[in-house]
Nanobody, 115 residues
Framework: QVQLVESGGGLVQAGGSLRLSCAAS????????MGWYRQAPGKQRELDSM???????NYADSVKGRLTISRDNVKRTVYLQMNSLKPEDTAVYYC?????????WGQGTQVTVSS
């Protein structure tokens, strides 16, 4: 059974930082691409960043230079370092494990950025 558990969300002031973590179990973590998505109220879920099994990364234009994704295959964990946060970053952040056409989702963690 695939399980993805996010943590690290919370309330932060604009300009602040947070680090999200997503611990995975039930999958061969090292072969999965891992991603972070966000869903703001009333909006569709959208991709912030993805890291492949080989460590290649990509980012949405809106977060380039502010968010950094990384993974630790020993700890079976993917991270999202979020710097220079803005009120518009307020959303529920979801971890995703991707293999072929299969997407596995975590339960999400709330990030709220106050102005």
């Amino acid at each position: 059974q695939v399980q993805l558990v996010e943590s690290g969300g919370g309330l932060v002031q604009a300009g602040g930082s947070l680090r999200l973590s997503c611990a995975a179990s039930g999958i061969i973590f090292s072969i999965y691409a891992m991603g972070w998505y966000r869903q703001a109220p009333g909006k569709q879920r959208e991709l912030d960043s993805m890291i492949t099994s080989g460590g290649n990364t990509n980012y949405a234009d809106s977060v380039k230079g502010r968010l950094t994704i990384s993974r630790d295959n020993v700890k079976r964990t993917v991270y999202l370092q979020m710097n220079s946060l803005k009120p518009e970053d307020t959303a529920v952040y979801y971890c995703c494990a991707v293999w072929s056409t299969t997407f596995n989702w975590g339960q999400g963690t709330q990030v709220t950025v106050s102005s």
